[in-house]
């Protein structure tokens, strides 16, 4: 069998990586500027050995790289997300170039984006990423993660190559798990007034609770800005003071599908990395293609 390799751009703390590494992809490098982010990464060794670098993909030239089979671009969304349009912010950006230009220089056999579906907007971007000469391409949106984990988020994902290849949407799987199969018997999670204020009915926008006694409760998607406001997204819990909690840390973690031996921080900057994460489930979706198509 042959084992494709690949190195990720804008890898966060490695949730795409991870699932790409669990279908059998040799991932040899990632990076990222945030360093609490590429920290996150190394701290995990176990599960990342290969080069971790800290830098923006702005100062890094393509041919000083080593090459890869599969090149990896899980560029910033926030640009092209519907919360930019409230704030004005809504914009294209130049990051996607910086991408584009390791791939049209490198041209590597395949070539991965994984953003928001509100990508599909911004016909430049979409132009860029999908005329390339001599790659076909295939773009799955909306690709949800409820199809493998109890957490609502749907994406888009975006896969050239230079052969043509056939590619089916996935599924839900059969076994997935339960929110109810995710929740921790003993949370260590904060309650700072501010949530027990919303709890109590002081809001100005109303809070999102989901039930882990219902079946098919699936939380909302894990968001960045939760490491700011843990109060937008509660859980059940008849067992907290007031019946209902904000998700823990490890909690978060599983809506992801990161392994519990993976290491975030005990601190709020945690659910920042966790909620800018690509699903793991998602990127071993991913890379069960790639080891399909190099096979």
Known sequence: MYIP????????????ELGIIQAGVNV??????????TGCMKTNNEYFPHPVITVDIKDKTVLEQPATDIIVGTYPCTKYSPIADIHGTRTGDDL???????IAIEK????IVENVPG??????VMEAMTKLPDYYVNVFCPVDAANWLPQRRKRLILIGTKKQYAISSPNQINNR???????????DVEMPDYVISRIKG?????????????????APTCVAHYAKDLSTRL???LKSKYGLRPFSIREYARLQGFPDDFIFENKRSSYRLIGNAVPVNMGRWVGEVAMRYFN
């Not at 690949?6 to 795409?16: D, P, T």
């Not at 040899?28 to 982010?37: F, G, H, T, V």
């Not at 996607?96 to 390791?102: D, Q």
């Open 108 to 111: 590597p056999e395949m070539y």
């Open 5 to 16: 390799t690949a190195k990720g751009y804008f890898s966060g703390c490695g949730g795409m």
């Open 202 to 218: 002081k809001y100005r926008d109303e809070p999102i609770i989901v039930d882990p006694e219902q079946p098919s409760s699936i």
């Open 119 to 124: 990508m599909k907007k911004f016909k430049v």
């Open 177 to 187: 798990p339960r929110l109810k199969d995710i929740l921790e018997k003993n949370p």
């Open 28 to 37: 040899i490098q990632s990076l990222d500027l945030d360093p609490e982010a």
């Open 235 to 237: 859980v059940k819990d």
């Open 96 to 102: 996607f170039l910086h991408f584009f230009r390791h």
